[in-house]
T-cell receptor, first 113, second 108 residues
Framework: GAGVSQTPSNKVTEKGKYVELRCDPI?????LYWYRQSLGQGPEFLIY????????DSGLPNDRFFAVRPEGSVSTLKIQRTERGDSAVYLC???????????FGPGTRLTVL | RKEVEQDPGPFNVPEGATVAFNCTYS??????FFWYRQDCRKEPKLLMS???SGNEDGRFTAQLNRASQYISLLIRDSKLSDSATYLC?????????FGKGTRLSVIA
């Protein structure tokens, strides 16, 4: 069956611009997670959705980062006024429940020039 | 102190070797433990969960010592296809907490 998909696969933007990253979870998975992975590091948690609501957004680094999941399926991670330090791979994962195995998408590689 | 710490690596081993990775975690309230595998420029994939009683999956053995807050992964009879980064992962209430990963290169 289809796994987690993320678009775009690569995004190059200029400092100060706004970007949106999209995640399509596995159908029926109620839990959705966003992580960020910088070079040479493990993924770092950003935000977790259970259904439509953000159950835990403690990993968002500052108020330039925001995520939504309006219908409990697709999620969009939004980054305002991008900075060079935002360059990383943004990974999305979904799981059937909050306790289930998390399945990761291929990630979006964001480069801020 | 980082929440999850791993051997820095890289580990370069010949085919057929046995290699062990170690990991320590700082949050004693952690509930679940995993090893993930990540190939170059790919997403992480669950390799195996780790239980207090120890568990084995083919050539892979994982162990957990809650008292010492220590997790290990042993790979026997290494194959070229085992070359990847191995991530130690700890789960608290909800999010996964990843170590930096240990890179393994198995050489013919």
């Amino acid at each position: 069956g289809a796994g987690v998909s993320q678009t775009p696969s690569n995004k190059v933007t200029e400092k100060g611009k706004y970007v949106e990253l999209r995640c399509d979870p596995i159908s029926g998975h109620t839990a959705l997670y966003w992580y960020r992975q910088s070079l040479g590091q493990g993924p770092e948690f950003l935000i977790y959705f259970q259904g439509t609501g953000a159950a835990d957004d403690s990993g968002l680094p500052n108020d330039r980062f925001f995520a939504v999941r309006p219908e409990g399926s697709v999620s969009t991670l939004k980054i305002q006024r991008t900075e060079r330090g935002d360059s990383a791979v943004y990974l999305c994962a979904s799981s059937p429940t909050s306790e289930g195995e998390q399945f990761f998408g291929p990630g979006t590689r964001l480069t801020v020039l | 102190r980082k929440e999850v710490e791993q051997d820095p690596g890289p580990f370069n081993v010949p085919e057929g070797a046995t290699v062990a990775f170690n990991c320590t975690y700082s949050n004693s309230a952690s509930q679940s433990f995993f090893w993930y595998r990540q190939d170059c420029r790919k997403e992480p994939k669950l390799l195996m969960s780790v239980y207090s009683s120890g568990n084995e999956d083919g050539r892979f053995t994982a162990q957990l010592n809650r008292a010492s807050q220590y997790i290990s992964l042993l790979i026997r009879d290494s194959k070229l296809s085992d070359s990847a980064t191995y991530l130690c992962v700890v789960k608290g209430n909800t999010p996964l907490v990843f170590g930096k990963g240990t890179r393994l290169s198995v050489i013919a």
